[in-house]
């Protein structure tokens, strides 16, 4: 992951990933075939680790504001924790290289997500938009705003946090 980030996709073949893994090429390619397999997996495993830590956060007796808002500082928290994973997804979000596939699991992973928002919609505490319109929303949001708060000085990023879980709290209630 490391290599992609730094190098690029084209600037990495499979024997600097041999090399930096301590192991021979023959080794890389019985588990992952091609480059792009194994970027599909960094991928996918990145987006199961991100949904894992999000779930373990959730409180399920919390009101469905307090969990919306959980999920939503979870994210952040995991990628400020994981820095080398938000460069990762960031640079991969568009790729052609991720495939229909592995886009589908990693969205399929977020099933809990989405029946949170639902839930909201049907409460009338979220506003009733399209599933996809908040989803990209909430995404956009959380993708711009690790990218900016990363580089900001850590005593700084409480007050930054709160404030932006007011603003997207703000955008989707009803």
Known sequence: MHLFVEKGIQGTPMSAIAKAAGTGMGTIYNYFPTKEELINAIYLHIK???ILQTLESLDKNSSLKTRFLEFYISIIN??????MGF???DQMQNSPIITACTKAQGKHAFV???????QGQKEGIIKNLEME??????AGTINTFVR????????????KIE???QMVWDAVKA
């Open 78 to 83: 995991f990628y400020l924790k994981y820095p």
């Open 163 to 165: 404030a932006q879980l």
């Open 112 to 118: 809990t997500v989405f029946e949170l928002i639902e």
């Open 133 to 138: 319109s908040i989803i990209y929303f909430l």
């Open 48 to 50: 199961t680790s991100e």
């Open 148 to 159: 900016w708060i990363l580089n900001e000085p850590k005593n700084t990023r409480k007050k």
């Open 87 to 89: 460069a990762f997804m």
